[in-house]
């Protein structure tokens, strides 16, 4: 893994992208201490003040371009995998691109790739963590791992422990069943009652799967299922909404 490292950058995944196109290997890293241009899903502004962790990864994992969305869950479970095991902190997951605590959102991911014909030929996976940062450095609904364990945590040390995790998942993209199990089962919205802004309208329902495309799966009673590709989802109280 060969790591490029900035005090401070526009955007991780713009680096990453120029890079890849530059035919940057596999497993190139960059990572900053500030992004002043961090982006999330739809063009919205990732916040990325110092102490968190924010780096992007390059991938030419040789899948079908519609396959891509795999590669936000798997990096999902490797950065899920990596809070518990370096910080002890245990996170959630949701759709479609969030880690989440009780408190608040703490991690969001965003891949993009680029394509020939069907097959990708490479994708950049950016992955922000809030790690460090204080409750007045955070935008609202957010949180840290040091609000959380109230104590500081090395980024570098979470940031190599998500890269190992995601190589290690790697094999599994020739089965991602088992990736999207072991998202599905630590997910905050397993059956539970959600809300999904989509493009198209609100839909309404209990959440009750992902599809192997990474769609969300929402039981609304009309039609009985309906399957969406994006959107943004709040988890509702089971019992007065
Ligand atoms: P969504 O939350 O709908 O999945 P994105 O994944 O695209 O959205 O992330 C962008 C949104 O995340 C922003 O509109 C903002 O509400 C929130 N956000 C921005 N920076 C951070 C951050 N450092 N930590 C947590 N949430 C953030």
Redesign the pocket.
Known sequence: MSIIRYKRILSTNAKAKALAEDSAPEWTVVVSDIQTH?????G??????KG?LWFSVILRPGILARSVPMLQFLASNATRRAVHERAGVQAWT?W???LVLDS???????VESKSEGDMVCFAVVGI?L?VN?RMGE??????SLYEVSRRKHRLNDLMEEIVQNMKKEYRRLKNPVEIFDEWWRNCVHRSRQVQVKTRSGVVKGMSSGIDLDGSLLVETGEPALEKLVEG??RVLNDQSE
């Open positions: 961090g982006k999330g899903r739809m919205r502004k990732w916040e990325s003040h968190g949701k479609p691109n969030d608040g959102k703490l991690a969001g991911i965003l922000g809030n940062q955070l935008p609202a609904g957010a949180t943004t989802l």
